[in-house]
């Protein structure tokens, strides 16, 4: 895949949680955009043990997964009901303005 660019929708991210899926109750990726602010988005599962996410706008108006240039933080948080809560290791992905 080329380069990722602000209001980029339809784009696919995979996160290896490094162990199996089986039996999870909650899929998701928590992000920290470049400018400090969080996201939670919902995840899927790709593979046993691999989480995935396609990016989308939101909100009225529509506001973009991907709204600022810079850096994200991107982990993956499981769910195993009320007992059991694992996060995989912490990503980058460098999103970049339109003209860059």
Do not use: C, F
């Amino acid at each position: 895949m080329g380069k990722i660019y602000v209001d980029d929708i339809g784009v696919e991210i995979r996160l290896d949680v490094g162990q199996s899926l089986t039996g999870a109750t909650e899929l998701k990726i928590k992000v920290e955009k470049p400018d400090g602010t969080t996201a939670s988005w919902t995840a899927t599962e790709y593979s046993d043990q691999v989480i995935t996410y396609t990016t989308t706008t939101s909100g009225s108006p529509a506001v973009s997964d991907l709204n600022v240039a810079g850096k994200y933080k991107l982990q993956a948080y499981i769910k195993w009901g009320d007992t059991s809560v694992h996060r995989g290791e912490t990503y980058t992905m460098r999103v970049y303005d339109h003209y860059e």
